[in-house]
């Protein structure tokens, strides 16, 4: 039988995501929500999504052109579709979207973030409070997605690259492998089961590389408009030494929790089948990344808006319950306070947001096992 999943989102990642899972042999039900079906419309028009072959010169992977099983403009028939749905949409619209698909959801489905970004606790903290405490769904936070890519036309994709795989973690971990393997068939890469979903939050590579990098070079990329190569030219000699100053706070909050994280440098490494022998390196050569001149062009980009609220301010968090010091992380979620006239220390995941709160570090650990 045809492996059936429904992808809420209609952005970079939910078209992309759409046209892969079709490709390796899945039926795709895709939802835009309203104000976000322009993508839907163009698919509708142009009878499916393609994936260039060359875009600016540059060539890519994955080309092609696939039909879509079908485009739905209704939560519940997107939820009636399948029993694996993937919402691969930014942080900030976890939550929502949760909230407008809870009345739809049945037992037994699974729920896939990528990003995760301690998303499956905060759902599950919404589902508890509005009432749907005994609904057996399934939770599984993703480190990110599996692409970078991009919509480049109506209904047109330009896919760089793809990771050799993609860590996942369920929540409860207890259900990782049984998730993995319902996922899988559908995947166009391997899954790897993490230890728990605290754990792929803090694997999550763009942790230090997107909110640091772009907090430590905002001048020229504003000035710019953004007109660079983003991991070649904003990562220096001395920019890679504080994002490795950064990374050691992740990774002793880490060992405080009693997990063993993967360094940045080996991540990368595996995830993009690279042998470089520094993050500097990483950045400067990796060809997935290096294809085309793009970059943020000011501080309300998602490298701070999602990723230093929604992984630097847990791992800040995270830090203050083990006594771990974060003097890099907590400087640049100030300086990024600055630039958006925010308080990302209250605005951000907290604990109290993913119903952590006045937990010790261990019945954390035990909770999300």
Known sequence: MTNRVSIIGSGNAGLTAAYHFTKHGADVCLYGSKGFDQPLQDIEQRGGIEALSHFNDVELTFAGFQAIDKISRDLKETLDYADLVVLPVPSFAQEPLF????????DGQIIMLMPGNYGSLVLNRIKHERGYGQLDITFVDAISIPWATRIVGPAQLAILGMKEFLPVAAFPAKRSQMAIDALQPVMPLPLTALGNVIEAGLENINFGGHPLLTTLNMGLLENFDGQFNYYKDCCSVSTAKAAAAMENERLAIGRLLGLTLKPELDAMNALYDMDCKTVYEVNRTSETHGKLNSAPNSASNRYITEDAAYLLVPCYELGQLTGVETPMITA???????????????????????????????EIMDFVA
Do not use: V, W
């Open 99 to 106: 909230i407008e698909m809870l009345p739809h959801l049945r």
């Open 332 to 362: 640049c979620l100030h300086i990024d306070n600055a630039y958006n006239d925010t308080n990302y220390f209250t605005t951000g995941r907290t604990l109290k947001k993913m119903g952590l709160d006045n937990l010790s570090a261990q």
